[in-house]
């Protein structure tokens, strides 16, 4: 019995060296140690042996089933470690290859501009007000203190649908617009939206385009807030080191009326190309409120006064990014749309 | 607007830097656009001091070996006179005189000048040379060599005083500031208008004023002068019309001086009549005209010509000196004579009464005309002329008998003409001086800065209104009475002069300020961050935003129906002005823009998904202003995922469910959920096609292109799926408060339902009847499988469902679940006659 014992052992511990896999120690367990398995079968036929023999081969017999259990758990924690490591070197990719395609998709560059302009806004305590494309002549040159035959209405190259109807030339005819939608509240918006002039498409000029007009109007606005207001907006539309020039200019609608420019981001202000080399950008044509148009919108300009402004949106893009053809917004190719 | 720097030094002494100047100008609204330098440092052919010089023709030898060439003999300040050869034809007319007085450009060896005889200009540097076996190593200087003009006809001939031996970049330099005006104001459209800011701005006094020359040359002034028969026929147009009458002139070329001026302002030098005319226009502002005075006809039964400003009539006809037969309509203002228009007033003079080498008398007009009159006629007749220019911003009605006289007293001077002593005027439209009350608090309320008292009385008195201190009124706070100079008609407001005050003492020196003003009641903005939400969950759905043209061409609306009948531009906004006929109504439909947005893509890649969201616009009856509803239109085709490497890459083409999908992540993300069913339009295909509401509003049209859309639009095989929804439905939906829904603490139970029920049941009938049979306790409802063949059998298919039961209190038993599923299965049976999968 003894023998059969030792004979048994030496067997199922050469049988375990050859496992490979649980499934393999499973089998190996199941013949060795299970309920019907081979030492279980010894154990069990103790009671056939002798009275006296019983006592040696009982020990014999655990501590053999001790020594293949331990066995047995040694060599399955080293099956583990292999497969680990098997799995592990099996596993490797080439984290080269390029990823699975999924990108979102992209938000137009006049979309994305039109934001940061938003957002840089609203921490003024401007908010958006939009107002429509077709509008009447009254609103876009009349009201806006250039009555018929005005010389001044030859600024803008006009589409006309009929005599009084157009496309609006600006995003002015909007300060009339919500100045009688508001008075007598104080007011302070932007007014994003299309604007329309009868001019060639050319690499710096489209017949539709973006603006975003700025109005304040309250009772003690001023010629400086608005320069203060300007100087925000470009420093941090433009970068926090732009230095920003006032001057004058004339626009019907304000008075007195400003343009307001920055060093040119390309060359730094020595001059160059795109600055005609001037030094200077122009960003914004600006002004106080010209007292026939608060009137219009409703404000008695004795008590109140007002700041509007007018921003391109391609333009300050174009500069942003160096794009150099304005017609790239309309074109809609999606070479461009995707590097934005 | 150019002008020469030194012709602005007749009026105001220049003491800083030109750049310097230049920028003073621009900040105070009289943009510098460039500044030209002639001969200085900065040119583009700087004259070297020490190498072009004054130079003095003493004398003209014969060549000795040619008969075209001379000898010219010239002082120039070296220790003796260089003896040079030239061709010059001014100087071969003088060979052989001696003792002469004559003052030329003169160039050393050395020297780099412009190529004479070289087409356009080209640099080249003068050397010494043998011309004809004289040796000669200087030169005198054509305009051309110079850079001057492209005449290189003759030589520069220099006024007497020319200091010999001064570098010519010391007597001729120059710089010339090109101005950008911006407004209609007529007085910055002069030398001396220019001059008067440039002082104001640099607080310097003005040297002399021309217009003061009546004081110094003092003539009559009659509305009924004896040389001219003067009527203003129609004084609303012509507020003033002066004239003046010089005899005896000899016309031929002005002097170099005058000739210069005129080149460095843009102006091409005629004759010295005329080059007069332009000199005293640009330094006064004030347009002039000369009529050849032989040529003006008197009224029939008068001695004397006549002068008779009118409006023409109707078709009324005239040649203008361009040479050009213009057809006047009746509102037009003619000059004309007892014959006929002898001008266009303000804009062009007639070819007839034009000044020539003939002529020996000039009457010179110098008018008033209404600045809206003369702008119109140039515009109706397409005619623009410096003149017109000017009239058109309204000129200073005082400066015509100034300007007359000083252009009198030149042609007397240069032409050798007799001036008459008397200057016709008549001035049917004289206005009182304006006069302004300016309160120095509004000053402050507008600019923010307080101006200093002295600051305002200063700036306004240099830009010559009168400034003259009273007390308000009201309350008897100190106030300025301002009288407004006659050459500023565009200040007749506080304001107005505010605008003075700060540009004139300097924006730059405006400290930048916060709005210190209340802040206004703050508003949500619905509409505005509805649509930036709806971006920003398409782009996360994979599309690119576009924006396209609002003006379309109706042929591409046309495309939508492609079985007719075409839109009805009737129905649509036209211009009335296209820029070409692509672009000429405003659009209807974002759809066809598009697509051809994506037939463009398509060329460079196989795969667009495109969104965009713009307004329309939609005519309204009776009223002048149409609807411009927002919407949303969607275009996508080519493969569903985009081209990679890896092995289970779905290839098959974005359709409907697609679509479909987008348009399921949309409602979703923005809290609502739409309903779909079986649509019409005749742009989709007709079995792809679905109508989409949202809490029972037409939300708009989701489908696959209709197969004769894709062809007209040029778009390749394969489906392209595309939709078109109001988003002002979305708008109006949207933001609607929502409450959580607790979630449950207990385990939910899942469960398959496979159900069969004929084809033509929709899916959504099915899952309706479940979700609502199985309400409270199901949860939810997702279909996981299609399935039609032989173990459903024809004509019918097998939808399955994965359904989830769930309750907030309690954890359901078996049986609970059971008894649902029992009432869903009876009611499917029922209403359906649906049979359950694998249930027999
Ligand atoms: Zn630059």
């Known amino acids: 019995m003894l023998e059969q014992l030792a004979q048994l052992e030496a067997e199922a511990l050469q049988a375990l060296e050859k496992a490979q896999t649980q499934e393999d120690l499973d089998r190996w367990y199941h013949t060795y140690l299970g309920r019907k398995g081979a030492l279980t079968a010894i154990l069990r036929s103790l009671g056939s042996l002798p009275l006296e023999e019983r006592p040696a081969v009982g020990a014999r017999a655990n501590e053999v089933k001790r020594r293949l259990e331990a066995a047995c758990q040694a060599r399955t924690e080293a099956v583990r470690q292999a497969q680990l490591a098997q799995e592990l070197e099996a596993g490797a990719l080439d984290v080269t290859l390029p990823g699975r395609p999924l990108g979102p998709g992209h938000l137009h560059i006049t979309t994305r501009t039109l934001r940061q302009i938003y957002a840089i806004f609203a921490e003024m305590g401007f908010q958006v007000y939009e107002a429509r494309d077709v509008e009447t002549d009254e609103m876009n040159f009349g009201l806006l203190n250039m009555p018929p035959h005005h010389p001044a209405r030859e600024m803008w190259d006009t589409f006309w649908i009929t005599d009084d109807v157009l496309l609006r030339t600006h995003t002015s005819p909007g300060q009339i617009r919500v100045m009688r939608e508001r008075y007598p509240e104080p007011i302070r918006v932007i007014l994003p939206g299309k604007c329309y002039r009868y001019e060639q498409i050319t690499a710096r000029s489209e017949h539709q385009f973006f603006q975003v007009e700025g109005l304040a109007v309250g009772r003690a606005i001023t010629m400086t807030d608005l320069i203060g207001t300007l100087t925000a907006f470009a420093r941090r539309f433009y970068g926090a080191e732009r230095r920003i020039r006032i001057r004058g200019s004339y626009f019907p609608f304000t008075e007195p009326s400003i343009e307001a420019d920055i060093d040119c981001i390309l060359c730094g202000g020595k001059g160059c190309r795109v600055c005609k080399y001037s030094g200077w950008l122009e960003i914004a044509g600006a002004g106080m409120v010209h007292p026939v148009v608060l009137a219009n919108g409703g404000y008695d300009p004795d008590q109140w006064s007002g700041f509007a402004f007018g921003l391109g949106v391609e333009r300050p893009a174009m500069l942003k990014y160096s794009i150099d053809d304005i017609r790239l917004f309309y074109s809609n190719d999606l070479r461009f749309l995707h590097q934005f | 607007m150019r002008v020469p720097l030194s012709w602005l030094k007749d009026y105001v002494d220049i003491p800083i830097p030109i750049p310097q100047l230049a920028e003073r100008l621009t900040l105070a609204g009289l943009e510098v656009e460039t500044v030209t330098y002639i001969g200085l440092p900065g040119a583009e052919l700087p004259w070297e001091p020490d190498k072009i010089v004054v130079g003095e023709l003493r004398a003209v030898h014969p060549h000795p070996n040619a008969d075209r060439l001379v000898l010219a003999e010239v002082e120039y300040g070296g220790p003796a006179p260089e003896v040079v050869v030239t061709g010059a034809p001014g100087l071969l007319a003088l060979r052989g005189q001696t003792d002469l007085h004559i003052k030329v450009a003169f160039a050393l060896e050395g020297a780099h000048l412009y190529d004479g005889h070289a087409p356009g200009f080209q640099v080249t540097k003068l050397k010494a040379t043998k011309i004809r076996g004289v040796p000669s190593r200087a030169m005198v200087c054509s305009e051309k060599e110079l850079g001057l003009s492209d005449q290189h006809e003759d030589i520069i001939y220099l006024p007497d005083d020319a200091p010999v031996g001064v570098p010519l970049a010391d007597y001729l330099g120059d710089a010339v500031l090109a101005f950008d005006i911006k407004g209609p104001f007529a007085h910055l459209y002069s030398v001396f208008g220019i001059a008067r800011e440039v002082a104001a701005l640099l607080d310097l006094p003005l040297k002399h004023d021309p217009r003061r020359v009546v004081e110094r040359h003092p003539v009559s002034i009659t509305p009924e002068p004896d040389f001219i028969v003067l009527e203003i026929a129609d004084p609303d147009l012509c507020p003033r019309y002066s004239a003046a009458f010089i005899g005896g002139v000899r016309v031929g070329p002005s002097p170099f001086w005058m000739q210069m001026r005129l080149r460095l302002a843009g102006m091409r030098p005629i004759s010295n009549i005329v080059d007069i005319t332009n000199y005293v226009m640009l330094e006064l502002g004030q347009p002039l005209h000369a009529f050849d005075y032989g040529r003006l006809r008197p009224r029939p039964g008068e001695r004397r010509p006549a002068i008779i400003v009118r409006r023409s009539r109707p078709n009324e006809q005239m040649t203008t000196l361009d040479g050009t037969l213009r057809t006047f309509d009746g509102e037009m203002l003619l000059i004309t004579d007892g014959g006929g228009p002898v001008a266009v007033a303000g804009v062009m003079g007639g070819l007839e009464s034009e000044i020539t080498d003939a002529t020996t008398d000039i009457l010179l007009e110098s008018a008033n005309f209404h600045f809206l009159s003369i702008r119109r006629t140039s515009r109706l007749l397409g005619l623009t002329s410096e003149a017109a220019q000017r009239f058109g911003r309204q000129v200073d009605p005082e400066l015509t008998v100034p300007a007359a006289l000083r252009a009198a007293l030149l042609m007397a001077e240069l032409a ?425």
């Open chain 2, 416 to 840: 050798g003409g007799t001036i008459a002593p008397a200057i016709g005027d008549v001035y049917p439209g004289r206005q009182p001086l304006r006069t302004v009350e300016l309160n120095p608090a509004d000053v402050d309320r507008i600019l923010g800065v307080e101006i200093p008292p002295e600051d305002i009385a200063r700036i306004l008195t240099a830009l010559e209104f009168t400034v003259q201190p009273t007390t308000s009124p009201d309350t008897n706070l100190p106030m300025y009475r301002i009288t407004v100079p006659s050459h500023r008609p565009d200040v007749t407001r506080p304001v107005d002069l505010v605008e003075e005050i700060g540009r004139v003492w300097g924006y730059d020196r405006f400290p930048p300020t916060l709005l210190r003003d209340e802040l206004p009641p703050q508003r949500p903005n619905v509409r505005l961050e509805c649509a930036e939400r709806v971006r920003d969950l398409l782009v996360g759905c994979g599309l690119d935003e576009v924006i396209t043209y609002s003006l379309v061409d109706l042929a591409d609306e046309g495309k939508l129906y492609p079985q007719g009948p075409a839109p009805d531009p009737a129905r649509y906004l036209r211009l009335r002005n296209p820029l070409s006929a692509d672009r000429a109504y405003l659009r209807q439909t974002l759809l066809p823009s598009l697509l051809r947005t994506l037939r463009e893509n398509l060329r460079f890649q196989e795969r667009v998904a495109i969104f965009e969201i713009g307004a329309v616009y939609l005519p309204v009856e009776g009223q002048p202003l149409p609807d411009e509803p927002l919407r949303l239109g969607v275009a996508m085709t080519g493969p569903r995922e985009p081209r990679s490497w890896l092995p289970d890459r779905q290839t098959t083409p974005l359709g409907f469910y697609d679509l479909k999908g987008v348009v399921e992540a949309l409602l979703s993300g923005l809290g609502l959920s739409g309903a779909f069913e079986r649509g019409q339009h005749p742009a989709f295909h007709p079995g792809r096609c679905a109508e989409v509401r949202v809490n029972g509003h037409v939300l708009g049209i989701i489908g696959e292109l209709h197969p004769l859309v894709r062809e007209a639009f040029d778009l390749p095989e394969g489906p392209v799926a595309a939709l078109e929804f109001d988003l002002e439905v979305l708008i109006d939906l949207w933001g609607a408060p929502r409450r959580m829904t607790p979630i449950s603490l207990h385990p939910p139970v899942y469960e398959d339902l496979a159900v069969v029920v004929d084809e033509e049941t929709p899916a959504v009938r099915v899952r309706d009847l479940i979700a609502q049979t199985g309400a409270p306790l199901l949860r939810s409802v997702v279909l996981f499988d299609v399935y039609r063949g032989e173990q459903v059998g024809p004509g019918r298919k097998s939808l399955a469902y994965r359904l989830t039961y769930q309750a907030d209190d309690r954890t359901l038993t078996d049986a609970e679940v059971a008894r649902v599923r029992e009432k869903i299965v009876r009611r499917l049976e029922r209403e359906l006659g649906a049979t359950l999968r694998g249930a027999g």
